[in-house]
């Protein structure tokens, strides 16, 4: 099967699914994943255009195609050294993406997926920057787009998404009840689910972020330190790494380490206590909101992804990740609050570590004008 011919399949019941404008979940209310399958990477990625359009031949999409004239130069983000913790670490600068955070990665795909699918509007739910992302991307694309957020989502997030004509829906509840209010709107027949949780060709574009890792480093690095909160990029990075090593480009897979805010840490419980299943918890409140996900719908998939990587999943509280905010500015790198939770994880993991030799690599998510 062509890459772009591959199908949904369910996660819990294994049906199998072609794409299309309606499906965002099995007939058994199960996650679907996108069926795996070769991909090749030609050696003159090198010298296409720095975006992630250049894996072309990894994406889901025909190659007589036009899905990459959404593009916007999203992927092949900068990669620059930071110190942390007297170690230098090697950051992926996320940020500098057309809407400011990594979520154009996945929103290019996704809306390029769904126009090609021939999606006539949209509706996603975010804690922010996919919402931002997706009614960029919706914009380009020309669909229009309704984006569910929560009423406490910073303003800065909120006015990106109204500026790009999105419709804005203040939900003034949990995320859970946003993502609620999103299918709610979804199955009055409002349009295509654009949902970075739900929907798996989110992750054929987050999964570019290790495609771009490893062509930066020459190789693969040994760690890999992630935000977690419904796992975009954890579940993108280890699909890329894994594709990496279906097609001989690599032998090994980094250990990924994803890092919860302490403030609302399902997965990470579930990590400690050695459970396949993520329980709910209650959000308790935190400074990193883009990670404060009380109920992720595929944890269960980022504790296998996790273990899978011989990685773990950690957390840490506000005053860390406020400064190494700090510290991160100190280096020339404004980012935002949850941004900067993963690089206080980098530092937790560091300190912790039986062996912290070798490569390590930070995303820096999003920009700290996002939520100055
Ligand atoms: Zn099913």
């Given amino acids: 099967v062509e890459r772009w011919e591959r199908r949904y399949r369910c996660r819990r019941c294994a049906a199998v699914h072609a794409p299309d404008a309606v499906r965002w979940r099995c007939d058994c209310h199960g996650l679907l994943d996108v069926e795996g399958g070769a991909v090749s990477f030609p050696p003159d990625v090198v010298s296409r255009p720095p975006s992630l359009w250049r894996w072309a031949e990894a994406l889901p999409f025909a190659p007589t195609g036009d899905a990459a004239r959404i593009g916007m130069g999203e992927g ?48 996603a739910d975010s804690s922010g920057n996919a919402g931002t992302a997706i009614a960029a991307y919706a914009a380009r694309a020309g669909l229009p787009c309704a984006v569910h957020v929560a009423a406490s ?45 739900w929907n798996p060709f ?42 990496l090593r279906s097609a001989g480009l690599t032998a090994a897979i980094p250990r990924l380490v994803a890092v919860q805010t302490a403030a609302c840490a399902p997965i990470a419980r579930a990590f400690r206590a050695n459970a396949t299943a993520v329980e709910p918890v209650r959000n308790e409140g935190t400074v990193a909101e883009g ?47 949850t941004a900067a939770a993963t690089v206080a994880g980098a530092a937790v993991w560091l300190a912790a570590a039986d062996d912290p030799a070798g490569t390590v690599v930070v995303p820096l998510c999003g920009s700290g004008l996002k939520a100055p």
């Fill in 76 to 123: 092949a983000t900068p990669v620059v050294p930071i110190i942390v913790a007297h170690r230098e670490l090697v950051a992926t600068v996320e940020f500098a993406s057309p809407t400011l955070s990594f979520k154009d990665r996945g929103a290019a795909v996704l809306v390029a997926k769904a126009s090609e699918l021939g999606a006539r509007r949209l509706v």
């Fill in 153 to 197: 989502t910073p303003p800065a997030k909120l006015a990106q998404m109204a500026v790009h004509g999105a419709d804005v829906r203040l939900v003034d509840g949990t995320r859970e009840e946003v993502a609620a209010a999103a299918i709610d709107a979804v199955e009055r027949g409002e349009g295509f689910y654009a949902s970075h949780v």
């Fill in 202 to 243: 989110f992750f054929e574009g987050t999964k570019t972020w290790a495609f771009d890792v490893w062509l930066a480093l020459g190789g693969v690095p040994d760690v890999c330190v992630l935000p977690v909160g419904n796992g975009t990029l954890v579940l993108g990075a280890a699909r890329g790494f894994e594709e």
């Fill in 291 to 337: 990670i404060a996900i009380g109920a992720p719908a595929r944890g269960d998939q980022v504790l296998d992804v996790v273990r899978a990587s011989g990685g773990t999943v950690l957390t840490v509280e506000d005053d860390a990740t406020m400064r190494a905010r700090t510290l991160l500015a100190e280096q020339g790198l404004f980012v935002e609050p």
